[in-house]
């Protein structure tokens, strides 16, 4: 496998806090794409980030890359109810022509 | 928005059956695929194709088959269901190939197999 994680990763937090998700992986990518799967959905792409951003904005999302300890990490500032989901990251696959997902990490944000 | 649906939403199946799950996009996307979820995991590539006719197996295509006859459509079949097999399977579609590409999904088909 090219991940580091294989199990599904669950957090728990209250609205309005903060909250960073990381993920590790094993063979050498230029891009991390994260997506977001809500209950009884497909998965939906948030952001995707290339090597040379090494941290990428998108309203409340900032996700980071760091291809040295090939890692990546999406946080989410201000967390409502309705973020809710489980967040995937996703990479270059073998041979570099196809997506491959991570385990994901099930995020429980209560009201 | 890009649309892709899925049908059906849920089936379930015998042992030894064939099941046919079908996938319908409107993206007018070359690339469509089809991946497997099972229960606190991610997501597995089992085929994908990249034009009508044709195609290609991904990580997983034991005991899968795949047919693309256009653009717009592409069905993933199992010729003899087994145990194994019950999961959330989903179609995508992409504009083109590559780890840079945004994938647009379905809804999912559950699919147990009894």
């Known amino acids: 496998s090219q991940w580091g994680e294989e199990n599904l990763q669950a957090l728990s937090i209250q609205e309005g806090e903060d909250v960073t998700m990381n993920c590790s992986y094993k063979t050498y990518t230029t891009v991390v794409q994260w997506y977001r799967q809500k209950s009884g959905k497909g998965p939906a792409q948030l952001i995707l980030i290339r090597s040379n951003e090494r941290e990428k904005r998108s309203g409340r999302l900032r996700a980071t890359l760091d291809t040295s300890s090939q890692s990546s990490s999406l946080s989410i500032t201000g967390t409502l109810a309705t973020d809710t989901a489980v967040y995937f990251c996703a990479t270059e696959g073998t041979g570099g022509y196809k997506v491959v997902f991570g385990s994901g990490t099930r995020l429980l944000v209560s009201p | 928005e890009a649309a892709v649906t899925q049908s059906p939403r849920s089936k379930v199946a015998v042992t030894g059956g064939k099941v046919t799950l079908s996938c319908h996009q409107t993206n007018n996307h070359d690339y469509m695929y089809w991946y497997r979820q099972d229960t606190g995991h991610g997501l597995r590539l089992i085929h994908y194709s990249y034009v009508a006719d044709s195609t290609e197996k991904g990580d997983i295509p034991d005991g899968y088959k795949a047919s693309r006859p256009s653009q717009e459509n592409f069905s993933l079949i199992l010729e003899l269901a087994s145990l194994s097999q019950t999961a959330v399977y989903f179609c995508?579609?992409?504009?083109?190939?590559?780890?840079?590409?945004?994938?647009?999904f379905g809804h999912g088909t559950k699919l147990s197999v009894l």
């Open positions: 995508a579609s992409s504009a083109a190939r590559g780890p840079n590409e945004r994938l647009f």
